[in-house]
Nanobody, 118 residues
Framework: VQLQASGGGLVQPGGSLRLSCAAS?????MGWFRQAPGNQRELVAA?????????RYADSVKGRFTISSDKAENTVTLQMNSLEAEDTGVYYC??????????????WGQGTEVTVSS
């Protein structure tokens, strides 16, 4: 399965951005990792698909980020609000069977940069 990411950019602290990722086929769960300079890649948010979708978030983004999924389109969207400088990094879309458990899948999208700066 191939993943195509879009979104990102430069925003001031407190602002909002939206990331989207589309899968070329059906996939059990999708989400976003991010990597800041000098840091390890971390899972930001993940979701399964369907009416009973399960979501998970990193503690640092709970209450600020919302991940949603569209099963018909095999897409996920990450709405990022109240952005902080610490949210800066390269965001990578990922998909796989165990992603909802925090284990990255084999499918990766291209990275998209998010910069939060005044």
């Amino acid at each position: 399965v191939q993943l195509q990411a879009s979104g990102g950019g430069l925003v001031q602290p407190g602002g909002s951005l939206r990331l989207s990722c589309a899968a070329s086929g059906s996939i059990f769960s999708m989400g976003w990792f991010r990597q800041a300079p000098g840091n390890q890649r971390e899972l930001v948010a993940a979701t399964t698909f369907g009416n009973n979708a399960i979501t998970r978030y990193a503690d640092s983004v709970k209450g600020r980020f919302t991940i949603s999924s569209d099963k018909a389109e095999n897409t996920v969207t990450l709405q990022m609000n109240s952005l902080e400088a610490e949210d800066t990094g390269v965001y990578y879309c990922n998909g796989g069977l165990l992603l909802i458990r925090g284990i990255p899948g084999e499918s990766w999208g291209q990275g998209t940069e998010v910069t939060v700066s005044s």
